[in-house]
């Protein structure tokens, strides 16, 4: 008897051996980021050098993918395989769409504080590691939830539709860092040193330590990091319940974030509408989430949807600028 297309989407075909294969291809590729390629050291990143590891880590995904394609081919038929192929790029590119998010946030906090491009470089690897760290129990926790309580699904569905309306309507506010409590309450807990001390996190005077202007953008970049995964996390369950393929297609996209940072920040006023775009999309993920008893949206027609309104709303951004600029 063959599958049906929820039971594959429920199921993880993944043996332990690809979880540990996976997450060794991780601390290879951040141990020769830090060591190798200075990724801690403060350093000034161009746009092609951004650029180019940007198209390294979606070639990297996309072969991961492929691999993934041929192994299930091989182990449990095409079906099955075109199946989860289909759930790990679908579920990559809303991650990767709703991570750009992320950047306008980050462009806003490093702006605030007025960090040198330079130091940008060091705090977002550190930020990709708490990241990493942070999606990973929260989707072992989602995967839990889901297996002993089917209908939270419902639950996600319902916060991301409400998610993604409140995001179309408050699309060109920006948010005030003054006011957020992660910010308020790192400055009346911890001991801060006004002046930036190169790229040290930490300074000691006197044998007192102080955390400097630095620490405090780290902070904010991971409590942004943490409420974006609330919202992203449960969009990719919509896509599939399978925690193997949530949990990869997450961290290819928050490995490839830092890259995808520095090649839009100086160009993300020029993308201004793809928060309308973005909006679309959680309310679209919501809401097949809520339908879901009456009516299965197709994995590849939720990837055509989600490709449609990212691509919609970057071509009307750019679009929109160029007339701006006649």
Known sequence: MQATTEQVAQASLAPTWMWGAFIVFV?????LDLFVFGGNKA??????EAALWSVLWFGL???FNFMLW?????????????QKALEFLTGYLIEKSLSVDNVFVFYLIFSSFSISIEYQRRILLYGVLGAIVMRALIILAGAWLVREFHWILYGFGLFLLITGMRMLIMADAKPDLQKNLLFRLARRTLRLDPDYRGEHFVVHHNGVRYFTPLFLALIMIEGTDLVFAVDSIPAIFAVTTDPFIVFTSNIFAILGLR??????????ERFHL???GL???LTFIGSKMLIAPWYHVPIAASLTIVVVLIAASVIASLFVARRNTE
């Open 279 to 281: 909006a679309m999309v």
């Open 70 to 82: 041929l192994y299930l081919g091989a182990q449990a038929g095409s079906q099955v395989a075109d």
């Open 61 to 63: 995904a996309l072969a």
């Open 43 to 48: 350093k000034r990143v161009s746009v092609r």
């Open 259 to 268: 890259a995808l940072y520095f090649l839009l920040a100086d160009s993300a």
């Open 274 to 276: 793809l928060k309308y």
């Open 27 to 31: 601390l290879i590729m951040l141990a």
